[in-house]
């Protein structure tokens, strides 16, 4: 039943009096923002059913206070970005050393937060002293309890693991495209199959990864990633996502975008979710004014994530860190790109901790997904 008009007038000019005297009320200080402004990366994504992370060192989180801030404001999920790698828990064959993932899962727990767990299996990171026993026959024996020993250790307490990383490089030459790796040289090809039904055995409630870079860039590479997935998922092994590094370049490299989106059809076709699980953005071009590198930066991750979300929403966006002030990609060691060990922009905040283009690109890309309705 509809109001008549006068009274409807007179009830719109005491609400606006009423929200006048409110306003008179406020401190002049206070900046009346929308919601749009406080929301928060973390708000806006679990509201579309997706966990916004982060990776994280132990010391950032326990020791910079502004990093940390922005930690608990945007992210829902941390992965370790190297303090649960093989070379660094395990030293040496009894000599274990969790302390610093303890840490991030306990912040984690104390701020209600999830983890990843990031690598059981890679040729990367490995102690030499692994290295040796694998190459002396021992391989199986060591994959199986490496991953007893530190998906044990987390069982229950790790939303998803990284189970196998990068085991994809079709310019090794060898059949299916895999690396030529220590794994592969000892036991073939059943390495992979052999880690993930472990894993699930150890952990049967953790989300269980297949995790590699440049599907994105490289079509041989994606091919034989989704040839693979095909054939773990054949067999019946416990693959839950395709983790989606999504470490992107500016200008070096284009992105292959409909490689990408028929990379997501594929994989979703055979039951496997995608989830992307490194993203940042590699610069090659650091000579352009910081507005124009922002706006770079920003441009190619919404290309990304425009195909992605077009084909599925990953239930993990996780950034390979949160601001450039601890990014790899600032290190000539991981950067070819930056010889000069110059500041990489490729994060959502700035060494200063300030929201740049990449911050307000991921909030509106986020926010194109429709809502979910269920919180995560
Ligand atoms: O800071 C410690 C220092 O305290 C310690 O004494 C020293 C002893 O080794 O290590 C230092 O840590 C280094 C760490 O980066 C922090 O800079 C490690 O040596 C170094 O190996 C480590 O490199 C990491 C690399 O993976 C290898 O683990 C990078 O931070 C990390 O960004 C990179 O991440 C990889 C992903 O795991 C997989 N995808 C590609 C990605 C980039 O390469």
């Known amino acids: 039943m509809s109001m008549p008009r006068r009274e409807f007038l007179g009830a719109c000019m005491a609400a606006a009096a009423s929200l006048a005297r409110a306003a008179e009320r406020m401190p002049l200080n206070t900046k009346v923002v929308s919601l749009a402004e406080e929301e928060t990366l973390r708000q806006a994504a679990q509201r579309r059913g997706i966990k916004v992370g982060a990776a994280v060192s132990s010391e950032q989180l326990l020791r910079d206070d502004s990093f940390k801030a922005a930690v608990l404001r945007d992210c829902a999920l941390l992965v370790p970005e190297w303090e649960l790698k093989w070379a660094t828990v395990c030293k040496g064959p009894l000599q274990n050393d969790f302390s610093g993932f303890d840490a991030i899962v306990r912040f984690a727990r104390e701020n209600g937060l999830a983890v990843r767990g990031h690598p059981l299996v890679w040729h990367a990171a490995m102690p030499d002293w692994a290295l040796n ?20 250790r987390y069982a229950t307490r790790v939303f998803s693991w990284d189970v196998v990383n990068e085991a994809i490089k079709p310019e090794d030459g060898m059949p299916g495209g895999l690396r030529d790796t220590p794994w592969l040289r000892a036991l073939g090809d059943g390495y992979i199959e052999r880690a993930f039904r472990i894993a699930h055995e150890v952990d049967p409630t953790a989300r ?11 079509p041989a590479k994606a091919k034989a990633i989704v040839a693979l ?25 284009k992105l292959d975008l409909p490689g990408l989106r028929d990379f997501c059809r594929a994989i979703v076709r055979e039951g496997v979710e995608v989830v992307i699980t490194e993203l940042d953005v590699r610069e090659s071009d ?61 994060l959502p905040y700035d060494r200063e901790m300030r929201q740049k283009a990449l911050w307000q690109v991921l909030m509106d890309k986020i926010r194109s997904v429709p809502l979910s309705g269920k919180q995560i």
Request: hydrophobic content about 35%; glycine content about 6%.
């Open 133 to 152: 026993e694998i190459r002396n026959g021992n391989a199986a024996r060591l994959l199986d309890e490496h991953i007893r020993l530190v998906a044990g």
């Open 208 to 218: 269980l990864v297949y995790n590699d870079y440049n599907m994105e860039y490289e």
């Open 229 to 253: 997935v095909k054939k773990l998922k054949d067999k019946g092994v416990p693959l839950h996502a395709v983790g989606m590094q999504s470490h992107l370049w500016t200008t070096r490299r």
């Open 286 to 346: 650091f000579d352009s004014s910081a507005e124009e590198r922002d706006r770079r930066i920003a441009s190619v991750t919404g290309a990304y994530l425009d195909t992605v979300f077009a084909e599925c929403v990953p239930r993990e966006l996780v950034l390979w860190g949160l601001s450039d002030r601890y990014s790899w990609l600032s290190k000539p060691k991981f950067n070819p790109e930056n010889p000069q060990g110059l500041l990489n922009r490729g």
